[in-house]
């Protein structure tokens, strides 16, 4: 197993103490998220239900006899874990490596404290290096690369990925991301972009970050 492997689950092994009997969690998508939901079985209790940022975190969850609930049906969530591509120290992250950025975004909004679980590769200064998703209605795409090509980035559709909204992902290089609540509105006012994977506006509450000899340290806002 990886180092990096480790790290995830040491920081899964972290988060289970934010989960409380009794309460909806909100649960993002990743490999992080994976090593999260394999833990589930560990808990002295059995989850209520799950707020599912993705049909990948859904399967898993089901699988373990854990009922998946709809938005409609809740007003809020006390607690919603993720991972992330790039956090920050002000815990403004970069998602949707996994594609699944919308969804994330939607069941973070519903949550009154979001935890950031990530291995210590993940946190940088700027936020930029990893290519920021942007998702799409499809006949928008070129529209949306010609746009980000003159905001400076190098833009390019995601091949062979379709989200679980039936939309297309646009990855961006090279933006240096100084001013990440900025950017984040700006790009989202872009004809065609259902949104993109920075998380500034609404980041981390709490990181949980695990190091190198698996120690796990808690960062908060
Ligand atoms: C998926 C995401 C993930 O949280 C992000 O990509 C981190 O994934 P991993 O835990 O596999 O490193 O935003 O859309």
Redesign the pocket.
């Known amino acids: 197993m990886t180092l990096q492997q480790k790290q ?1 689950e040491a920081v899964a092994q972290a988060a289970l103490t934010y989960i409380q009997p009794n309460q909806i969690l909100g649960l ?6 994976d090593c999260l939901i394999a833990l589930f079985p560990t808990l002295p209790f059995k989850i209520k239900g799950v707020a599912s940022s993705s049909e990948r975190s859904s399967k898993q969850v089901e699988a373990l006899g854990i009922p998946v609930v709809n938005l409609e049906d809740i007003t809020s969530i006390d607690t919603y874990i ?4 790039e956090i920050n120290h002000h815990l403004a992250m970069i ?7 919308t969804r ?1 975004k939607i069941v973070a909004a519903h949550a009154k404290q979001f935890v950031c679980i990530a291995d210590e590769s993940k946190l940088v200064e700027t936020l930029g290096k990893f290519p920021l998703p942007i998702e799409v209605i499809p006949m928008a795409a070129h529209y949306v690369i010609r746009k980000m090509e003159q905001m400076g980035g190098k833009a390019q559709i995601r091949e062979g990925f379709i989200t679980d909204n039936h939309n297309l992902i646009v990855d961006v290089e090279g933006l240096k991301i100084t001013s990440p609540i900025q950017l984040e509105a700006s790009i989202n006012q872009i004809t065609g972009v259902v949104t993109n994977g920075l998380f500034a506006a609404r980041g981390a509450d709490i990181l949980l970050l695990a190091d190198q000899n698996l120690q796990v340290r808690t960062l908060r806002k």
């Open positions: 995830k993002g998508t990743g490999s992080t998220v993720d991972g992330a591509d998602k949707g490596g996994g594609g699944a950025l994330e």
